[in-house]
C-alpha cells in the first residue's frame, strides 16, 4: 500500500540553525501539507501545496519557513532560523484532491528538537 | 473557526466495552473526518462523513453527525487493547485545502 515517508525520524538541532525536513508524498497525489503537533497539543496546520506554489498557509507559517518541491517526487520544509519554540513533531501529508473534501496520507513524523 | 472540539478529552474503558467520543464545531461543513494516532506516530484516517449523511459504518467503528447541533460521534464498539489512541475530528478549513483538527481524546482500552 502507498505511503508517505519522512527524513529524519528525529533532528536535533541549536537554536538559529537552519534545518530540511524531507517527505515523499505519495506518487499520484496532487497537494501536500505540512503540519505540526506540540507535544501534548493539536495537530496545527502549517501549509498547504498545489501545483508548485503554496495554496494556503495559516499565522504560523512565517518568513522563517519554506516549503519546496525540488523534484517530482520530494517535499520539504526549511525552518530558516530555529527557536525553541520550534520544537515539535512535524508531519507531512498528501491527497489526490482537496483535503477539505478527501482523506489525506500523513507520514509518519520527523520529531525536531531545538536546544 | 470550524474547529472540533472533542469530548471527552480522556476515556478510560475496559476491553469489550464500547467508547463513545463527541466533537463539536462551529460554522456549516461539508463532511467531518475522524482520525487516530497512536502514542508517537502519525494520524491515520478512519472515516469521512459528508453532511448529507447522518450515519456511517466502517467495520467496529460508527460515526453519526447532526449537522443541526453542529456535532458528531465516533462510537467503538467492543473495543480493544489495540484501539488505545488519541482520537481526533477534523473538518475543513475555509479554503478547503486542509483540515482543522481538534484536541483529540485520549482513549485508554485495558485488558
Known amino acids: 500500500e502507498p505511503e508517505v515517508t519522512q527524513t529524519p525520524s528525529h533532528q536535533v538541532t541549536q537554536m538559529g540553525q537552519e534545518v530540511i525536513l524531507r517527505c515523499v508524498p505519495i506518487s499520484n497525489h496532487l497537494y501536500f501539507y505540512w503540519y505540526r503537533q506540540i507535544l501534548g497539543q493539536k495537530v496545527e496546520f502549517l501549509v498547504s501545496?498545489?501545483?508548485?506554489?503554496?495554496?494556503?498557509k495559516s499565522e504560523i507559517f512565517d518568513d522563517q519557513f519554506s516549503v519546496e518541491r525540488p523534484d517530482g517526487s520530494n517535499f520539504t520544509l526549511k525552518i530558516r532560523s530555529t527557536k525553541l519554540e520550534d520544537s515539535a513533531m512535524y508531519f507531512c501529508?498528501?491527497?489526490?484532491?482537496?483535503?477539505?473534501?478527501?482523506?489525506?496520507?500523513f507520514g509518519p513524523g520527523t520529531r525536531l528538537t531545538v536546544l | 473557526s470550524q474547529q472540533g472540539e472533542e469530548d471527552p478529552q480522556a476515556l478510560s474503558i475496559q476491553e469489550g466495552e464500547n467508547a463513545t467520543m463527541n466533537c463539536s464545531y462551529k460554522?456549516?461543513?461539508?463532511?467531518l473526518q475522524w482520525y487516530r494516532q497512536n502514542s508517537g506516530r502519525g494520524l491515520v484516517h478512519l472515516i469521512l462523513i459528508r453532511s448529507n449523511e447522518r450515519e456511517k459504518h466502517s467495520g467496529r467503528l460508527r460515526v453519526t453527525l447532526d449537522t443541526s447541533k453542529k456535532s458528531s460521534s465516533l462510537l467503538i464498539t467492543a473495543s480493544r487493547a489495540a484501539d488505545t489512541a488519541s482520537y481526533f475530528c477534523?473538518?475543513?478549513?475555509?479554503?478547503?485545502?486542509?483540515?482543522?483538527f481538534g484536541k483529540g481524546t485520549s482513549l485508554l482500552v485495558t485488558p
Open positions: 501545496f498545489y501545483n508548485n506554489e503554496i495554496s494556503e
Open positions: 460554522t456549516s461543513i461539508n463532511n
Open positions: 501529508a498528501s491527497t489526490a484532491g482537496l483535503a477539505g473534501y478527501n482523506e489525506q496520507f
Open positions: 477534523a473538518t475543513p478549513r475555509d479554503s478547503g485545502y486542509a483540515l482543522n
